[in-house]
């Protein structure tokens, strides 16, 4: 990382990195959801294999999860003096 980045930028490179990690997550994992849910739909009471809003109430509460992970740090670290970090490796 650079020593003349701000914190803003640092923490949007942070989000923007995890961001892409989580969609890479949803593209594999929501077809398997699908597939999955289709093999125990019978234990599955009153919802459906093919029901939309549990594959995005699950989507959405991945994402603010993960975005509050990476945030929390991201936040933690940009207040860290550079020299500081550099004089303790």
Same mark, same amino acid.
């Given at each position: 990382m650079a020593l003349g980045a701000e914190s803003?930028?640092?923490r949007? #490179?942070?989000v923007k990195e995890?961001?892409?990690m989580v969609l890479?997550? /949803?593209a594999v994992g929501l077809p398997l959801a699908y597939l999955l849910a289709r093999l125990s739909?019978? #234990?599955l009471f009153g919802v459906s294999a093919a029901n939309p809003a549990t594959? /995005?109430?699950g989507l959405v509460l991945i994402a603010v999860v993960a975005l509050v992970?990476?945030?929390v740090p991201a936040r933690r670290a940009t207040r860290v003096?550079?020299?500081v970090a550099l004089r303790y490796e």
């Open positions: 803003g930028d640092v949007k #490179l942070i995890v961001g892409s890479t997550g /949803v739909e019978s #234990l594959y /995005v109430l992970a990476c945030y003096d550079p020299l």
